[in-house]
């Protein structure tokens, strides 16, 4: 056989299927030069590709539990809940949520514009003034105005010594008790995503636009409409969507505002046992909630709005002349309403509440209760952002991505539908950590790891890779350079990142309602219940520590926008 018939007959054998020999190398060489490609030819170690792989995985199960649960939950319970209460439940959530929405916008939208572009008197201090309410969880400025306006409130009492208040408009007419009061209590507290947002896109916003409308003939009023509003539609959506996730989330405000949305549904089918029912209504939510998600992502895709940095010049400041008395007015009443008063009335009751013995071993208890909890949260959340946010950083492909935005599902759901997985996974396959306070702070991490991941990963970027490549050159593989190079680099992003983990911990309502074990209060859970029951001389000092702590975050959120 000459080489010519030898070199035919090896091709043959290669190409024949039968032969296996060959054939396995061939496709294992694929397999592995389709991996290396998707990886750019850098793909990481298996030991971080792992860990991120399963903090992910755990980050989506409750949500995932959920909606099996449900798509399961029977069709009789199905149709019995579509015929009498989501409809009722959908309209009460929608209603509640584009009203809220709107009015927190407008709000928002028109104190940015007098602190940042108007010569209002105190501008630089009102920056940060108007951003306080976002240390008031919507629940305790619940119990405060339950406490000025509710039906044995300081109002009512006011109203009756009164008399011609009573003889022109007969008995006292508020009702907190309405939608109208859960809608001014959740608008109060939730403008400042707005404003936040506006205020720093309006500190950017180019000068010479306005300049130029001006020049056609333009007043002020035309020049806000026509140039100064297309650029802030995005500042608008994003401070938009997070006032509307927010009130779809809600639950304390509206539980103890005695409103029905599908959180304190669920929460009450939960609490009769009747998970099925509270995992349909659970799914709903979702629903809900990716719907609201998708149509904010089409809007700013379709919304683009550039300007150009290297003709940037600062926007003049207006004077508001004959205006000025009503805007400061206009501004002082909001700051008055959303601020001075909540805080005065829980500095008032927590003055009573020490003087009758308040602050005792049963408080410090429900105080040590939060930090074992929150702080156990912050820890884990650290610890687990720091693989993901490294993926994402460094070895960037669609799997990465993939793990980032799964690591994203807690953190844009209520926290009774991540209460309501967490009571399925534990109760039916890890019984030992049930009934335990582990629940409680894997709940937190499953809400609040995004947190930590947007802190570790804003410090992260500004962290060279040629700082791994020196790493990586000296035989430390990918795991030991994140943790012995890159973590002592990041340590102040993952630190303010655990920071907020542990206030955001330190405020969550429901996840703490529905896992906590018999005996396990902790502050929030004590402002609930003691406000609900009008002992206000308990729940006062709890809620003013929370707010305390909740000072924190602010100084973060004021540094980014």
Known sequence: ?????????????????????????TLLHFMKKKWLNSWNGNPPGPVLLFVGSLVALI??????????????????????????????????????????????????????????RTDLPGRKVWQWLLALPLVIP?????????????????????????????????????????FWGVFFVLSMFTYPYVFLIASASLRKMNRNFEEVARSQGLNTAQIFWKVNLPFLRPAI????????????????????LRFVTFTAAIYFQRSSFDTASASV?????????????WIESRTRRKSHYYQTSNTFREPDILSLGKWKPFAFLYVC??????????????????????????????????????????????????????????????????????????????????????????????????PALYNTFYMIAIAFVIRFLPQAMQSGEASLSLVSPRIDEAARSLGYPPWKVMFKVILPTILPGVLAGG?????????????????????FDTLAV????????????????????IIVVSVIPLRYLLKKY
């Open 281 to 293: 209504l659970s799914l709903v939510l979702i629903v809900l909630t990716i719907l609201i998600l």
């Open 1 to 25: 056989m000459d080489k010519h018939d030898q070199n035919k007959e090896h091709k043959q054998h290669q190409a024949d299927p039968k032969v296996g020999e060959n054939h396995s190398p």
């Open 138 to 178: 919507p629940y305790v400025g619940a119990v405060t105005y339950i406490i000025v306006i509710g039906p044995s409130g300081w109002l009512r009492d006011m109203w009756r010594e009164i008399p011609f208040l009573v003889e022109w408009f007969g008995q006292y007419p508020l009702n907190i008790y309405s």
């Open 333 to 430: 009443s909001v700051f008055l309403v959303s601020v001075v008063l909540p805080i005065a009335v829980l500095i008032y009751w927590s003055v009573i509440g020490i003087g009758m013995g308040a602050l005792d071993t049963r408080f410090f208890g429900f105080a040590w209760n939060s930090i074992l909890v929150s702080g156990l949260a912050a820890l884990l959340c650290m610890l687990l952002a720091l693989p993901i946010i490294y993926l994402k950083s460094r070895y960037p492909s669609g799997l990465t991505n993939f793990i980032d935005k799964l690591s994203y599902a807690g953190y844009a759901l209520p926290g009774v539908i991540v209460g309501l997985g967490m009571i399925f996974i534990f109760n039916n396959h890890i």
């Open 526 to 545: 004590r402002v609930y219940f003691e406000a609900t029951e009008a002992i206000y001389h308990l729940a006062a000092p709890a809620a003013l520590l």
């Open 499 to 519: 920071a907020l983990v542990f206030v955001s911990s330190i405020k969550e309502l429901p996840a703490t309602l529905m896992l906590r074990p018999p005996g």
């Open 237 to 256: 959506g994003a401070g938009a969507i997070l006032i509307s996730l927010y009130v779809l989330s809600d639950f304390g405000a509206i539980a103890m």
């Open 59 to 116: 980050m989506s199960i409750p949500i995932v539990y959920v909606i099996w649960r449900s798509l399961f939950a029977g069709k009789d319970r199905w149709m019995r809940l579509l015929d009498g209460r989501i409809p009722e439940l959908l309209w009460n959530t929608f209603s509640l949520t584009i009203a809220v929405t709107a009015f927190a916008v407008i709000i928002g939208i028109s104190l940015s514009w007098l602190v940042v």
